[in-house]
């Protein structure tokens, strides 16, 4: 089993940033890929950033592309994502998820491939 946390939501103003965490326990080493997800309110949970287990490759969507960075200290198990220029359309349930597979792909992209999640943090971006 793997457990996930996120922290670092929070309402912040058009333009801020923020910078999420999320802490993995257990037995991490089984789930090399990390991704952030996102669900609005009455809308389906869509996919932000994946990461591979040595942090060398990531996936963006486009429409944080240029704004967020995914990250990861794997000695500290614990995946970050850096978000710059908030904007109101990025608010949003934020949540970590972790897959049994080593290596992105075309899959990382679709959140029915994820194994684990977490509980979500809220961010809140005012205009």
């Known amino acids: 089993q793997v457990q996930l946390v996120e922290s670092g939501g929070g309402l912040v103003q058009a333009g801020d940033s923020l910078r999420l965490s999320c802490a993995t326990s257990?037995?991490?080493?089984?789930?090399?890929?990390m991704g952030w997800f996102r669900q609005a309110p009455g809308k389906e949970r869509d996919f932000v950033a994946a990461?591979?287990?040595?942090?060398?490759?990531?996936y963006y969507a486009d429409s944080v592309k240029g704004r967020f960075t995914i990250s990861r200290d794997n000695a500290k198990n614990t995946v970050y994502l850096q978000m710059n220029s908030l904007k109101p359309e990025d608010t949003a349930v934020y949540y970590c998820?972790?897959?049994?597979?080593?290596?992105?792909?075309?899959?990382?992209?679709?959140?029915?491939?994820?194994?684990?999640w977490g509980q979500g943090t809220q961010v809140t971006v005012s205009s």
């Open positions: 257990g037995r991490t080493f089984s789930t090399p890929n």
């Open positions: 998820a972790a897959e049994r597979r080593m290596g992105l792909y075309s899959g990382s992209y679709h959140a029915s491939v994820y194994d684990y």
């Open positions: 990461i591979s287990a040595s942090g060398s490759s990531t």
